[in-house]
Every structure is written in C-alpha cells, then in structure tokens.
C-alpha cells in the first residue's frame, strides 16, 4: 500500500475507480452523490472512490448534473474496458448493449452494480457465472424495489432462516393506479390517463400495467428467496388493465383491497417441494400490512419459518431512491476490491422444480350475476364441488335482475379454480361472472 | 483445503464450529435451526457448520429443545477459549459475564454473534476494539427489533446514501400496552396488568415500561447511522407509565396515535452538525406508516436523503425470529472465516456530538384547562411567545368548568417548550396542564 503506484490492477490499489454507463435519471443521481458524498464514501470504503468516466449516447444532451466534460465518451465498449477501472455501475438497462458490457467489464477485472431488472430475469444465470469466473462481484439492489433493501435481506440477513413466501408491491405505477381507483371509485383507463398527466406513468404503459416489470422482479425475488434459477418466462403474468371499478367495489365490500401482487411461495406437494411464481391482481384484507402501502411506493412482505412476518417499505422507483441502492452496492463492491475478496455470489442450489400457473393453488373470489330463484345458490355450489372446489363463504345480493352470488373459495389449484368459473359461464341460471379476483394474504390459505 | 486436518485454526478450514452462549428462548431456537437447517447451511456458507458446545448455567435445566448432553457445560469460560470453536453465539444477555466471554472470544480468534443489546449500548466500543484488534467479526443484527434487518440495512444498504432520521417503535411490549389503549380506552395500569396476563409484559417491567429497552436500541441505532459513538446514558428517556387514558383520547382528536419512539436525528445548527437521541411516547398522524404497527410488532423508520422514506416492519422479540436475525449473522461471519476475511467494522468516524434534550427541537401537543373568559386565549399564547414558541395551531373546547385550550406548536427546543409548560402551570387562570405530548412524523418539523 505504500508503493507509488495507484492504478486499479496493481497490488497497491489506493483509489477505488469508477465507471457510469448511462446517465440518466438514475445515473446522474449517482454521479452526484459520488461527489457529493465524496468524503462519507472515502470513510466508508476505506479509500477514495472517483468516478472516471460516464457512458452516454449524445455528449450534448441535456443532464440534471454538471460533469466535466472529459468524463464523457460514447465509447461504452472502451470505458469498460479501460485498465484503470475497478468498478463499472451499469444503469442503461434493457438486454444489448447492457448485458456485453456487464460481461466485458467483469472479463476485464472490474466489479459490476447493476439496477437491470429485465436482463437479471431473463439471463441472469450468465452474468452470475461471469462474475463467478471473474472473481468479481455483480450486486443488484436496485433492480427490485428502488431504494428498498430487500436483495442484501434476502440473500444475508434471511441466510440463517427458510423463506417460505414473498409477497411484493413491486410496481409503483400500478399501486399508484389501483390505490387511486380505491379512493376515488373510478375506472381504469381515466386513472391510467391521470398517472400519464402526473407523470406516474409513461405514455407506453404497458411494461408497467401488463405486469412484465412485476414479473422480471418476481423472478429475481423467487430465485433468491428459494436459492433456485427463476427467470421470467418462469413467471405467470397478469395485468391490471382488466381491473373495473366494479371488482374494486366488491374487494371493498369484502373488507379488501385489490393489489398487483408478485407472489413467490414455496410449495410442498405430493412430489416434494417446487416454486411458484406469479404475477397477478389481488385482494387482500385492508389489516395486511401490504394494504396500507399507498400511491406509487413499494413494499416486500417476507414470510419465512423462523422469523415469521417482515416487511420493506420505501419508494420503489426515482433516480435518487435508485442511486441510493446503486450506492449502496457500490460501498460493498469497493469494500470487497480493496479487501480483495468476492462477496457472497448467487446460489441455485436447491434447484426446486418452478410450477405451472395450473399447478398452483390460488383462492378465488368470484361474483355471478344469477337468475333470482330458489335452487341456484345449491346448484351454483354444486358446480364448485364438481370441480372439487371447496367453498369458503357465498353470500346473495340483490333482488330481481340484480340478484348477484359473491363466492369466496378455499384454497384450490388455478387450474380447477378457471374450470369453475368456465362452467359457470355456462350455465342458464348464470347471467354473467362480472368479476373473478385471487384472494391472498389471508390466514387461511 | 486438501489436507487431512479440519480443526479451525489450521490452514484448511473444512467445517464451522459453533459455541452457543445460553440456551434459554433464542439460544435453544439456535440450536434447533442449526440442527433442522444443516443442510441449507453448508450449502449458503460453502462448508458444514457444527455446533459443538452449549454453555448453560444447569446441566439438568428444562429446554425448548433436546441436545446431547456431551455438548452441554457450565463452563463458559473454558468453552470460549477452546481451539477448535470458530464462531461464538452470545444470547446469555446483560453485562458480565457477556463481556468477558465475547471478549476472550475475539482474542481466542472466534468471530462473535450477539443479540446482546444492554452490553452493546454500555460498552460497544470495547467490544469493537477488541473484534478490530483480533481480525474477527462481532456482529448483533438481533440486538436491534428482532428479526428485523435493521442493522445490516443501515450498516450496507444505506452506506452510499445520509441518513437523517431514525423513529422506531423497537419495544413489542410497550407497543403492545400503547395499541391496547388506544382500541379499548383503558387506562396504563390496567392494561399493564393485561400485558403480563398475556405474556406480552414480565413480571418486573420496568425495562420496558420506563424506556431503558428502547434507549439502548436507540444507542446502537444512532451509532450506526451516524457513524458516531453514542451510549445508552447519551439517550434522553421517558417511559410510558404517566401516559393516560386522555392522553391517547386526545391523539385520537388531532388524528394522531400514541408510539413510544426512539428517535435518532441528525441536526444541523449554529454550531455544525450534531446528533440527538432520545426515547420518549410521541403523538404521530395516524397516516404515517409507524401508525399502523400494531400490538407487539416492531417497525423501523428511516429517512434519507437520496432514498427517501423507508420502513423495516416485523415481530420485535421471542426465540424463533431472533434466531433467524443471530444465524444470518453467523452465515456471514462463518463465510467470513472461510474467506479468510473480516466484514464491515463499526466506524465512528463522523464524531458528531450529542445533543442534550434541551437542545434538541421538538414539538408539543399542549392541553391547558383554563378560567372560561374572555382574554385567555390571547394571555395563553402570549405565554408561549414570550419563550419564542411558535404555535401552529390552538382549539378551544368545551364551555364552564371544562374549558380547554388545545396547543400544537411548531418545532423549538425542547427547553423552550418545557419552560413554556412550567410558566402555564403558574397562571391563576391555567387550572392544570392535563396532557403534555410531544409530536413526530409530521412534515412540519
């Protein structure tokens, strides 16, 4: 350490460098907190951490930050590649150019923080194996859930404990959406079109309200949590773009509120222990402490064996909260360089089988408009019993053309449970299913 | 890693060994997991983790759990210092013989696991000393609200980012008595006694009830996110024995709830920055998302600047989820070991210094019973401007002998506002000051 020298790969390394790829939101929160915090982070790591380079597409677009324009290039491919970087922070997302960066940075010596959601879930057994081999650490907090801390919980705190079922609001778009439907009664695409004014949604929604962004964060969270390779075509996606004001009325009569849930569980069944993981709206009770998460922020609910109930609370999205986890990893990934170790790395170890949407077992609350005359209700839950549904609650409501039959199940596999409502439809005495929800975080399940 | 030995303090360290301080509710639910867990572990720390003593102070005592009596000694002393022990779990609890024990630990060449929150408040800096001057780990996630990562969080999560504020309600049993009254109405004694009925309360509480409990988390709390040494005797302390019946009526008027709070705040004065520390019942708007933990949850509240609002929720004691928080300590710590390397030390590297409670700004929830005529109002709020408190708001209720001015002020020093409430007491037309509360979590500090 007392050498002249300071360059990266040198056995004196005295700075810790770093290298921004994209500058955007995210990215220009991270280069000024890095300068900002410039002497809290020397203190924390132990050595100065500098930035010395930012990947951007066009020098001359306009940033929130001020950098000196030396620290600019367009050439992504070179400033990975550079000798004296030992850290790469990679906030460009999407899968190309993102994913050769990550693995030519990681080839080339640096250790990667990366905030990529839809490439961790869809190939993120390739970038783990390259940090693997690279000696190198690849750390992603701020993929999931913005600011929150739950990756680092997940994968140290909860290292000791069996996970047994996470239950994220990972989508602060579609809480924002659906929270507002709650309180003011209105439909879905008026409030689509208020959170687009707002700025809480993009004018292209769709990543957002068709799930896939839940669904990338389901799969990184269920992989994880379970120590098994989930990626997103692993994960069964709902949308909230079907979600009416009617079927938030009816969760409201039930003491609920409808939430866009990732659910992660892990099952055991006749054939030993799987994975599921899923995307889909839900009701739960108003007491969960998921229902009280409101507007667009974000929250993880972990139940495990031994610890019982947490919960992570926080904003899910922004460039500050997201540089905030950035930062956090980064701390991490200098820490380990100057120590020269490797953190801990991902693990698949128990690779347990991942179950089909069919497979596995949901609760369902169905309303079914119905003619108002004596024998339905036994002949609607006769239908149930067939397809050995189990019923928990059936209420009726309404009289005449409003006669209505609210039926909540017991826990069922979806497969059953989507045959049931199939046959319905069927049915004379059936009008109409006016509203089918999954039914989660109640005791009985 | 090839040769035949496997004792810990030769070269090839092949297995973890454990030595477990106290078996009593947590220690014997870390024995169970690191028996039900085995394999889980070895394959999360990369090499199998044994436990091979249990000191007790019965041999014949009855246990939550069944353990090979060849594991069990009376002696402590001899077990911590023995060669082959790796990792030491401390959940005996106090200061000595804690103290001796973690520290012959750390210089037999043992990383250390606590949970140990009094001994840490007291003397952390002693035991950080020592783990620095041995290269070993001593690690305390449960010392803090259980099962909740809170620590860990702090500590890495939040190391790139300036946390200002931590509120947490990390007392199960005071939460659990403040909820009762506040759903039933009763008043402390009664509840109190129903606490300890349920088992929520011991039969000595004063520890809880008086504050001490919440005080020494507080220590640790701020200590950490400031990176300042602060002590338990550093934190101001009021415990919830004098909260009344109207006390929590009259949170219950403004929308409010009554938590006991410890509250860690970063300040920044005349003088620099500085930090203050305190535990005390507070009012918070029954919006905030403290407001919602109910009965004997524990809750975390951290603001910061980049990440925003976060929240860290889950059961605050008992023997399973405070073993979940000591064995993600140990996976840590005995990955650590296998790598040869130590984690993040404590660092007090800010030395900010402490602000007494006068010093400290705070807001007071005031309600006065006064003379029914007319000029008090403007004689009340004279008083508080002549003490250069500001008032946000004041509401006059009740008509003759039940007249009541109720004062909410804006932030001042806690001095001040005290002064204020001595000076009411003295006015002839102030029959009594019947509730003085301070209030947190509103955006108007």
Same mark, same amino acid.
């Given at each position: 350490?007392?050498?002249?020298?300071?360059?990266?790969?040198?056995?004196?390394?005295?700075?810790?460098?770093?290298?921004?790829?994209?500058?955007?939101?995210?990215?220009?929160?991270?280069?000024?907190?890095?300068?900002?915090?410039?002497?809290?982070?020397?203190?924390?790591?132990?050595?100065?951490?500098?930035?010395?380079?930012?990947?951007?597409?066009?020098?001359?677009?306009?940033?929130?930050?001020?950098?000196?324009?030396?620290?600019?290039?367009?050439?992504?491919?070179?400033?990975?590649?550079?000798?004296?970087?030992?850290?790469?922070?990679?906030?460009? $997302?999407?899968?190309?150019? +993102?994913?050769?960066? @990550? *693995? &030519?940075? /990681?080839?080339?010596?640096?250790? %990667?923080?990366? =905030?990529?959601?839809?490439?961790?879930?869809?190939?993120?057994?390739?970038?783990?194996?390259?940090?693997?081999?690279?000696?190198?650490?690849?750390?992603?907090?701020?993929?999931?859930?913005?600011?929150?801390?739950?990756?680092?919980?997940?994968?140290?705190?909860?290292?000791?404990?069996?996970?047994?079922?996470?239950?994220?609001?990972?989508?602060?778009?579609?809480?924002?959406?659906?929270?507002?439907?709650?309180?003011?009664?209105?439909?879905?695409?008026?409030?689509?079109?208020?959170?687009?004014?707002?700025?809480?949604?993009?004018?292209?929604?769709?990543?957002?309200?068709? $799930?896939?962004?839940?669904? +990338?964060?389901?799969? @990184? *969270? &269920?992989? /994880?949590?379970?120590?098994?390779? %989930?990626?997103? =075509?692993?994960?069964?996606?709902?949308?909230?773009?079907?979600?009416?004001?009617?079927?938030?009325?009816?969760?409201?009569?039930?003491?609920?509120?409808?939430?866009?849930?990732?659910?992660?569980?892990?099952?055991?069944?006749?054939?030993?222990?799987?994975?599921?993981?899923?995307?889909?709206?839900?009701?739960?009770?108003?007491?969960?402490?998921?229902?009280?998460?409101?507007?667009?922020?974000?929250?993880?609910?972990?139940?495990?064996?031994?610890?019982?109930?947490?919960?992570?609370?926080?904003?899910?999205?922004?460039?500050?909260?997201?540089?905030?986890?950035?930062?956090?990893?980064?701390?991490?990934? +200098?820490?380990?360089?100057?120590?020269?170790?490797?953190?801990?790395?991902?693990?698949?170890?128990?690779?347990?089988?991942?179950?089909?949407?069919?497979?596995?077992?949901?609760?369902?609350?169905?309303?079914?408009?119905?003619?108002?005359?004596?024998?339905?209700?036994?002949?609607?839950?006769?239908?149930?019993?067939?397809?050995?549904?189990?019923?928990?609650?059936?209420?009726?409501?309404?009289?005449?053309?409003?006669?209505?039959?609210?039926?909540?199940?017991?826990?069922?596999?979806?497969?059953?449970?989507?045959?049931?409502?199939?046959?319905?439809?069927?049915?004379?005495?059936?009008?109409?299913?006016?509203?089918?929800?999954?039914?989660?975080?109640?005791?009985?399940?």
């Amino acid at each position: 350490m007392d050498s002249g020298s300071d360059t990266a790969h040198d056995s004196g390394v005295k700075r810790l460098r770093v290298a921004l790829l994209g500058c955007g939101s995210v990215g220009s929160q991270v280069a000024r907190l890095l300068h900002e915090q410039a002497g809290d982070l020397e203190a924390r790591v132990g050595a100065p951490v500098e930035l010395v380079g930012v990947a951007v597409r066009r020098l001359d677009a306009p940033r929130e930050v001020d950098l000196p324009t030396e620290l600019l290039t367009t050439d992504a491919e070179a400033l990975v590649r550079r000798d004296d970087v030992d850290l790469v922070v990679e906030v460009i $997302g999407g899968i190309e150019p +993102a994913r050769s960066l @990550i *693995l &030519a940075a /990681l080839e080339h010596g640096a250790s %990667v923080v990366t =905030a990529n959601k839809a490439l961790l879930a869809e190939d993120g057994s390739t970038l783990f194996a390259a940090a693997e081999k690279a000696d190198r650490d690849l750390y992603y907090e701020a993929a999931v859930a913005g600011a929150i801390p739950i990756i680092r919980p997940l994968r140290e705190s909860l290292a000791g404990d069996r996970v047994t079922r996470v239950l994220g609001i990972v989508n602060g778009t579609t809480n924002f959406i659906l929270d507002k439907m709650d309180t003011t009664g209105a439909g879905f695409t008026e409030t689509l079109e208020e959170a687009q004014a707002l700025g809480y949604a993009e004018a292209d929604p769709t990543a957002d309200i068709e $799930g896939f962004d839940a669904a +990338a964060k389901a799969a @990184i *969270l &269920a992989s /994880l949590a379970f120590h098994t390779r %989930v990626t997103a =075509a692993d994960v069964h996606r709902e949308g909230i773009v079907d979600i009416s004001a009617s079927d938030i009325a009816g969760a409201r009569d039930m003491g609920c509120v409808v939430k866009l849930l990732a659910i992660c569980e892990l099952v055991e069944g006749d054939h030993g222990t799987a994975v599921s993981a899923r995307v889909h709206p839900a009701m739960i009770p108003r007491s969960h402490p998921l229902a009280s998460v409101r507007e667009a922020y974000n929250a993880v609910f972990v139940e495990s064996e031994a610890a019982g109930q947490l919960m992570f609370y926080g904003p899910g999205a922004g460039g500050a909260p997201t540089a905030s986890a950035v930062l956090g990893d980064l701390v991490t990934a +200098a820490r380990n360089r100057l120590s020269r170790v490797r953190g801990v790395g991902e693990s698949a170890y128990a690779q347990l089988p991942v179950l089909s949407m069919g497979e596995t077992t949901t609760r369902y609350h169905v309303q079914i408009d119905v003619d108002d005359r004596t024998g339905v209700l036994a002949a609607v839950a006769q239908v149930f019993a067939e397809h050995e549904v189990s019923i928990q609650t059936v209420r009726q409501e309404g009289r005449g053309v409003d006669a209505q039959l609210v039926v909540v199940s017991h826990r069922a596999s979806d497969a059953a449970l989507a045959a049931t409502v199939e046959a319905l439809r069927a049915k004379e005495y059936v009008h109409d299913v006016s509203s089918v929800m999954r039914v989660e975080g109640e005791s009985d399940q």
